[in-house]
T-cell receptor, first 115, second 114 residues
Framework: KAGVTQTPRYLIKTRGQQVTLSCSPI?????VSWYQQTPGQGLQFLFE???????NKGNFPGRFSGRQFSNSRSEMNVSTLELGDSALYLC??????????????FGNGTRLTVT | QQQVKQSPQSLIVQKGGISIINCAYE??????FPWYQQFPGKGPALLIA?????SEKKEGRFTISFNKSAKQFSLHIMDSQPGDSATYFC?????????????FGTGTRLTVIP
């Protein structure tokens, strides 16, 4: 089975621009979560989508948004980029059931650099 | 506010030795505690996980010890190998919400010296 696929792997943007990141979950997985990883803050939860609905949201500004399509693929959008948005953005998928029986599987991330 | 505190930040162990990483949490509603392993350039990969109804879980050379009353849990890597050199993250989740919101520790960079 193919793993979680994130595209692109690397992205360089300028302050004020917007960016869209894409995630294809493992086949059959209905839940997609997004995490931001930085050296200073570690791994922080952005939001989760399940069956095209946002099920949970972390403590990030409204500039961070996402959506999920009917095939479970997900996109994350960041508008009006700031230097502090430079990070590794990780997507994780799961079946969407009870955590112990439905662990998260992470992709290799998109490295976003904002200049 | 860091909901899961992890230590040490870095760890150097000789090949064949035991690596121990500790985590502590405050939220007693957490009921799922996974450990993730991350290699450079890769995403975190689930290593082992435990629920609070057991005090220990072992999978191969990896063991989680869980102390519910102290709100602490730890990862023990027996017979550490150079291939174990990676960053390890503990995490916690309140699984009853049904949402996949993991709270991660800040990570431990393990180096196993041959």
């Amino acid at each position: 089975k193919a793993g979680v696929t994130q595209t692109p792997r690397y992205l360089i943007k300028t302050r004020g621009q917007q960016v869209t990141l894409s995630c294809s979950p493992i086949s059959g997985h209905r839940s997609v979560s997004w995490y931001q990883q930085t050296p200073g803050q570690g791994l922080q939860f952005l939001f989760e989508y399940f069956s095209e609905t946002q099920r949970n949201k972390g403590n990030f500004p409204g500039r961070f948004s996402g959506r999920q399509f009917s095939n479970s693929r997900s996109e994350m959008n960041v508008s009006t980029l700031e230097l502090g948005d430079s990070a590794l953005y990780l997507c994780a998928s799961s079946l969407g059931g009870i955590a112990y029986n439905s662990p998260l599987h992470f992709g290799n991330g998109t490295r976003l650099t904002v200049t | 506010q860091q909901q899961v505190k992890q230590s040490p930040q870095s760890l150097i162990v000789q090949k064949g030795g035991i690596s121990i990483i500790n985590c502590a949490y405050e939220n007693t509603a957490f009921d799922y505690f996974p450990w993730y392993q991350q290699f450079p350039g890769k995403g975190p990969a689930l290593l082992i996980a435990i629920r609070p109804d057991v005090s220990e879980k072992k999978e191969g050379r990896f063991t989680i010890s869980f102390n519910k009353s102290a709100k602490q849990f730890s990862l023990h890597i027996m017979d550490s190998q150079p291939g174990d050199s990676a960053t390890y993250f503990c995490a916690a989740q309140q699984s009853q919400t049904g949402a996949n919101n993991l709270f991660f520790g800040t990570g431990t960079r393990l180096t196993v010296i041959p």
